[in-house]
């Protein structure tokens, strides 16, 4: 769904590795499934593991905390589960990041 007057690119946000908007069901399912590991977990590590136990990876993209399948592609953002990445960073403090050469891209190590 296209809200009048926002005028969002998509197309930048693909090139960046950011997720496409996903369906309000599979989002509430991902919510359920994977929201509880974003909120409860004591550190990074935790949630890296969690989520792989799952089939599940994340990385960082453009600031944002971004949910990957298991074959790497951006489902979500973690603010789509409810979570945002900053209610995390100042829970449980910033991640330890390997970043890409250009800044955009961020790997927990």
Not at 60 to 75: C, F, K, S, T
Not at 82 to 93: E, K, T
Request: aromatic share 6%.
């Amino acid at each position: 769904m296209v809200m009048k007057g926002h005028n969002h690119d998509n197309s930048a946000d693909a090139k960046a590795g950011l997720p496409e908007a996903i369906d309000c069901e599979t989002q509430t399912l991902l919510r359920l499934f994977l929201g509880p590991i974003l909120e409860t977990a004591s550190n990074w590590d935790e949630i890296k593991g969690r989520f792989t136990e799952k089939g599940y990876g994340i990385s960082i993209r453009d600031g944002r905390l971004v949910i990957l399948n298991e074959n790497g592609a951006a489902l979500c953002t973690a603010r789509g589960l409810g979570v945002p990445f900053a209610q995390i960073a100042s829970r449980i403090g910033r991640p330890n990041l390997r970043m890409s050469a250009d800044g955009r891209v961020g790997e927990l190590f």
